[in-house]
């Protein structure tokens, strides 16, 4: 009896340094499920600059792009549930991929932590192409079916399935192009590899200011003034299928509630400084603030809505 005593006393005492060790006790890693250069990239780094450290640890973004951001993403909730290991992810990986991609996650796999912002996908020109607007350019593709090719975010993602069921309502046939993220669509389009560039307006940016894009169709109802002569989709009496692109971060399932707590302060601390709303404004987003069992609704909404299309487009897996 008395040596089972001290043996629980000595585990007790063994247990307790970890018990009571403050989180974080080192460096927190956000991985982002895509290349370098693109919006959700450029999110992600911003917010950790902002955070700097306030935690009393650095934060450290970590690159891990491939098949539609389902490789970062499904390294989020395999990492271990202790607040160290974060993800931020654009809406493909969560909200269309588990339909398309045969994804091994679902959407009780993670916990979402907070949604940033969102902003349009957006389908640009480059200036030479014989469009002078959204209707001009439909009347091209129409008039030289199979000729034209579109490159997105990956096939599955949100914007293909967002933007082929827009092209099949319309009776456009073009081929779809997918790459993995901006990084590496703006280049393949300014390079001349693809005729059309999609992808967020966020990505599609660096060209329309300097004059080598014209992006012409939102995939919002409404047109964006960050984009002089785009039209959005209810200019075409299809505002029903509309569809942006967002941006969020996730954590593994089952991190601790006051770790998460803790980490959700910090972020929305971040995401509230003037630094981050002027570059959400500069990247054509808009922000707007979710967390936890709201930001968790609307993916569970799109989601939903997302499994839809891609069962009228005879793309589930």
């Not at 490789?71 to 160290?84: E, Y």
């Amino acid at each position: 009896m008395w040596l089972r005593t001290i043996l629980a006393a000595a585990l007790t005492l063994l247990a307790w340094p970890s018990a009571a060790q403050p989180f974080p006790d080192r460096p927190i890693r956000i991985i982002v499920p895509v290349n370098p250069g693109g919006g959700t990239d450029v999110f992600a780094r911003k917010l950790a600059e902002l955070i700097g450290g306030s935690l009393g640890q650095p934060l450290i973004v970590e690159n891990r792009a491939g098949a539609s951001g389902t490789i970062g993403t499904q390294a989020v909730i395999d990492a271990r549930p202790d607040g160290h290991t974060l993800g931020f992810i654009w809406n493909t990986p969560v909200t269309a991929a588990p339909h398309t991609l045969g994804a091994r996650y679902t959407l009780d796999s993670f916990t979402p932590v907070l949604r940033v912002g969102y902003s349009p996908f957006a389908i640009c020109a480059r200036p030479d192409f014989p469009a002078a607007n959204l209707q001009e350019m439909i009347a091209n593709i129409r008039a030289n079916p199979g000729r034209y090719t579109w490159g997105n975010e990956g096939m599955g993602g949100v914007m293909h399935l967002a933007v082929e069921r827009v092209w099949r309502h319309l009776g456009l046939e073009l081929t779809a192009v997918p790459f993995q993220g901006a990084g590496q669509t703006l280049p393949a389009f300014l390079g001349g590899h693809i005729t059309f560039f999609g992808g967020s307006l966020t990505g599609a940016l660096p060209a329309v200011r300097a004059g080598t894009a014209r992006c012409l169709m939102m995939t919002t109802p409404e047109a964006s003034a960050d984009a002089p002569g785009s039209a959005g989709l209810a200019s075409l009496g299809l505002e029903q299928m509309a569809v942006t692109i967002w941006w969020g971060l996730i954590a593994p399932r089952n991190v601790p509630q006051d770790r998460l707590a803790r980490l959700t302060s910090a972020f929305v601390t971040a995401a509230q400084q003037p630094q981050f709303a002027e570059l959400m404004a500069q990247q054509a987003a808009v922000m707007r603030l979710e967390t936890g069992e709201a930001f968790g609704r609307s993916i569970r909404a799109e989601y939903d809505a997302l499994g839809a299309v891609a069962r009228e487009l005879n793309l589930l897996r």
